[in-house]
């Protein structure tokens, strides 16, 4: 009788425990939201009231009109927001019809790596200019200058002087001068790490 009682217990664990597993949520991962034109900073906006975590480059640039010089703060990828949580989490922002599709995202590490550097870049107050993606270059890192630490690759197209901080899936990259002599070449393969 007791061996039945503790056969039924170990049971009911086991179905317990399967039930826990089947209802945990999906661990968050990127996906990058393409919006309507100029609504980037409404959805950023709006995901961070909703506490929603994301990624949005914004650089600022500075427009003279009639003898005023003000600055103006731009998204670096116009019409993409970088959302990192579950893709359920966005519908409710798409009531409003400010998102033109959600982009999954299929190499999570890659993009985190891409969006990482860049997140560095901006934080050091490093100015950079988006580059049409280049299909050939050495992945390396700065060793040396104020960008030390940053990985990119190098765009040999142009000029061997020319570090590029790729993102690949929409086309586009940023690109900043510097020394060749501060370059340092590293494993191709991008190391997985947090979201920034």
Known sequence: MIQNNQ???????????????????PAPQWFVLH??????KVVAADLTARRIRHFLPLQEERHGHRGRNRPITRPIYPGYVFLFGAQEAVYPIDRNRRLVRIIPVVDQARLTWELTNLQQLLERGIRVERHATVDRGV?????????????????????????????????????????????????PSPSKSEAP
């Open 35 to 40: 919006t309507r034109s100029r609504q980037e």
């Open 7 to 25: 056969h039924t217990n170990t049971a009911s664990a086991y179905k317990h425990i399967s039930t826990c597993i089947a209802a945990a949520p």
């Open 139 to 187: 992945r390396v890192e700065m060793h040396a200058g104020p960008l030390q630490g940053i990985q990119g690759v190098v765009e040999n197209v142009v000029s061997p002087r020319r570090l590029v901080l790729q993102v690949e899936m929409l086309g586009q990259a940023t690109a900043v001068e510097v020394d060749a002599s501060d370059l340092t070449p590293i494993d």
